[in-house]
């Protein structure tokens, strides 16, 4: 039943299997379970709202196939209630706190930080990044893969598929961090030292939060930095097309395409700016009022 589901999705709903459902259900029948009972385990969770609704979402696919394949003809969860979401708090970081991060990051993770900060890619984008995704005579990068838990796989989405410019301040870094690269068989950006792509929850717990206690900035995982990037470009004024492209949001088909294009001026520009803030460095062919909108930074917005 999970075989046509991704491998995330796929341990996803094992897991949901054994910590909730199958202590709740015991060896019940599927034909036995009644909507009643699910609202029951739904309702009895002591966990977040979005937790009760991704498990309810698990139930749903589960039992669409249960009863295509004619399992079950009834449906379990017809008229069960969810909670109310809450609005989650999103934790990001400023620009102030992003620079102190890259100054005091070693490498290899200052230049993972780096490209989190500036592209907005997804954590599971950066760690199935290779070194032949990056066209830095172009300054582009191309989002082709994702990996998740030491494993590679498709983009998340369709949209994620994408590619973008990187600022002059990025890219010579990028130029310098790549002679020190060490080959590995899957061409890998980051990789372990037995080949594999880097788990981003390790590098969380095992690096970023022990950097974050060190510099005294409240914590906050990979995604912190996706939030950060959208609400630098939301400060700077990026017009919402190429933002939507460069997070992987839009209808692919309105992106600037894969392999076959040059940025768009936007894009490019916004590169510049993003390199100009997260480096101090200046760019000289930034035009006088993109700095000065650059400059007017202040706490940073979440989109």
């Given amino acids: 039943m999970l075989s046509q589901h991704k491998p995330s999705t796929q341990a996803t709903v094992r897991s949901q299997l054994r910590k909730y459902l199958v202590p709740f259900f015991g060896k019940s029948a599927m034909r036995d379970v009644q909507p009643e009972a699910v609202q029951r385990l739904l309702s009895g969770l002591k ?22 394949w004619r399992y ?21 970081f400023t620009i102030e706190e992003t620079q102190r991060i890259l100054s005091a990051a070693s490498e290899p993770h200052k230049t993972f930080y780096w490209l989190a900060a500036e592209t907005g890619m997804r954590a599971g984008e950066l760690c199935g ?40 301040q990025l890219v010579a870094h990028l130029k310098e961090h790549r002679r020190g690269w060490r080959p590995n068989e899957k061409r890998l950006l ?3 030292c ?31 930095f996706r939030h950060a990037n959208s609400s630098f470009m939301d400060r700077l004024r990026v017009p919402l097309k190429v933002r939507q492209e ?18 768009s001026e936007d894009d490019v ?23 000065e909108g650059a400059a007017r930074f202040e706490q940073p917005l979440v989109n």
């Fill in 47 to 68: 966990v977040s709202p979005k937790t009760v609704r991704n498990l309810y979402a698990t139930l749903q696919m589960v039992w669409r196939s249960a009863r295509a």
């Fill in 72 to 92: 079950v003809a009834h449906d379990a969860l017809d008229g069960v209630v969810l909670p109310k979401q809450r609005k989650a708090r999103r934790f990001f």
């Fill in 129 to 168: 990044l290779r070194v032949d995704d990056l066209d830095l005579e172009s300054s582009l990068v191309h989002v082709c893969q994702s990996a998740w838990r030491g494993r590679l796989q498709e983009p998340k989405t369709e949209n994620a598929v994408r590619a973008f410019a990187l600022s002059p």
């Fill in 190 to 192: 980051f990789a372990t």
């Fill in 194 to 224: 037995n080949g594999t792509p880097w788990d981003a929850n390790l590098l969380v717990k095992r690096k970023l939060r022990p950097l974050l206690r060190s510099l005294r900035i409240e914590g906050g995982g990979l995604h912190a």
């Fill in 246 to 263: 460069r997070l992987g949001h839009s209808d692919p088909r309105l992106t600037l395409g894969v392999y076959t294009h040059v940025a």
């Fill in 269 to 291: 520009r916004t590169a510049a700016q993003l390199g100009e803030l997260l480096s101090g460095i200046p760019c000289p062919n930034l035009p006088k009022s993109q700095k």
